[in-house]
């Protein structure tokens, strides 16, 4: 199986190796083939969307399935929430059956607020959790703003860098937790499960 998956950016990039030994983990001999391809800032909406999932799917590589991971916060007001995302990002691509929308909510860094002890102790500050459940951290103040908050705030003396300090927090962590803690983190792991072997799926 082999399966593309089209990210907005670095930090999505630097999750690829925390899914990787998940999926394999959970998956053994019926691992996917995975290949990330990297946006700069968003990945391509409309007729672009269409063009691409389709060269994916019957250029000379042949992808068996094509999965598109956009956040819903893209600094534009095309989506209203995870469900118009992937609702609009179906229609751009037409009837595909082998095309799976997927949403980070409302940014990627949400998947990276369970860990928030490991933030703590990055940033080197204790500023409080945000939030009881990631993916509702909202639009006004989105879960890359707070992890760009704390390490503002703390006495590490540096920036949140997205790719570096992502793979930092995700590192030690079990990705179960973060995957238990955030449905439409779930939904995109079980559709990757799902595509290799339904009995895998992660209840």
């Given at each position: 199986?082999?399966?593309?998956?089209?990210?907005?950016?670095?930090?999505?990039?630097?999750?690829?190796?925390?899914?990787?030994?998940?999926?394999?983990?959970?998956?053994?001999?019926r691992?996917?083939?995975?290949?990330?391809?990297?946006?700069?800032?968003?990945?391509?909406?409309?007729?672009?969307?269409?063009?691409?999932?389709?060269?994916?799917?019957?250029?000379?590589?042949?992808?068996?399935?094509?999965?598109?991971?956009?956040?819903?916060?893209?600094?534009?007001?095309?989506?209203?929430?995870?469900?118009?995302?992937?609702a609009?990002?179906?229609?751009?691509?037409?009837?595909?059956?082998?095309?799976?929308?997927?949403?980070?909510?409302?940014?990627?860094?949400?998947?990276?607020l369970?860990?928030?002890?490991?933030?703590?102790?990055?940033?080197?500050?204790?500023?409080?959790?945000?939030?009881?459940?990631?993916?509702?951290?909202?639009?006004?103040?989105?879960?890359?703003?707070?992890?760009?908050?704390?390490?503002?705030?703390?006495?590490?003396?540096?920036?949140?860098?997205?790719?570096?300090?992502?793979?930092?927090?995700?590192?030690?962590?079990?990705?179960?937790?973060?995957?238990?803690?955030?449905?439409?983190?779930?939904?995109?792991?079980?559709?990757?499960?799902?595509?290799?072997?339904?009995?895998k799926?992660?209840?």
């Amino acid at each position: 199986m082999k399966i593309a998956i089209l990210v907005e950016g670095d930090t999505e990039l630097a999750f690829k190796g925390k899914l990787h030994d998940f999926l394999k983990q959970h998956l053994e001999q019926r691992m996917p083939r995975l290949k990330f391809i990297v946006y700069d800032g968003r990945i391509p909406t409309a007729e672009k969307l269409r063009r691409v999932v389709e060269n994916l799917l019957t250029g000379k590589q042949a992808y068996d399935a094509v999965i598109a991971l956009t956040d819903v916060y893209t600094g534009t007001k095309d989506f209203k929430d995870a469900d118009d995302a992937k609702a609009k990002m179906k229609k751009w691509v037409g009837n595909n059956p082998n095309f799976y929308p997927h949403t980070a909510l409302h940014d990627f860094e949400a998947w990276l607020l369970p860990y928030w002890k490991t933030i703590q102790t990055l940033a080197k500050h204790n500023l409080s959790t945000p939030s009881a459940s990631p993916e509702t951290v909202n639009n006004q103040k989105p879960p890359s703003y707070r992890i760009k908050e704390i390490f503002r705030l703390g006495k590490c003396r540096k920036d949140y860098h997205k790719p570096v300090d992502g793979a930092k927090i995700l590192k030690d962590n079990d990705l179960m937790i973060a995957i238990q803690a955030c449905p439409e983190l779930k939904a995109f792991v079980n559709r990757i499960i799902s595509l290799c072997d339904e009995t895998k799926v992660i209840p």
